[in-house]
């Protein structure tokens, strides 16, 4: 079994930044691609940023410029740096990993950290 435990969220300020951080642990052999997405309320869940073991990354237009995704494949962890915050940032953050636990790899999510920007 794999777990995704998640870090970092809270209420900021806008304009604020929040790093949310997210490591998998469990039994794993590989981690592929590491992401994070996100869901509002009454909205449907939405890929933020991913990252390919490689380090190769692809970002939503919307936080283009403003949020860095990066990993630490030894620590087997995600991280997402969010800069410039704004109110429509606001959301459940969910992490998502593709882990091979020596065999077809599966995708895994986290718990999920609520990031609220208000003033």
């Known amino acids: 079994q794999v777990q995704l435990v998640e870090f970092g969220g809270g209420l900021v300020q806008p304009g604020g930044s929040l790093r949310l951080s997210c490591t998998a642990s469990g039994s794993i052999s590989s981690i592929y691609t590491m992401g994070w997405f996100r869901q509002a309320p009454g909205k449907q869940r939405d890929l933020v940023a991913s990252?390919?073991?490689?380090?190769?990354?692809n970002y939503v237009d919307s936080v283009e410029g403003r949020f860095t995704i990066s990993r630490d494949n030894a620590k087997n962890t995600v991280y997402l740096q969010m800069n410039s915050l704004k109110p429509e940032d606001t959301a459940v953050y969910y992490c998502?990993?593709?882990?091979?636990?020596?065999?077809?790899?599966?995708?895994?999510w986290g718990q999920g950290t609520q990031v609220t920007v208000s003033s």
């Open positions: 998502y990993a593709q882990v091979s636990s020596f065999g077809t790899p599966k995708s895994y």
């Open positions: 990252i390919t073991n490689s380090g190769r990354t």
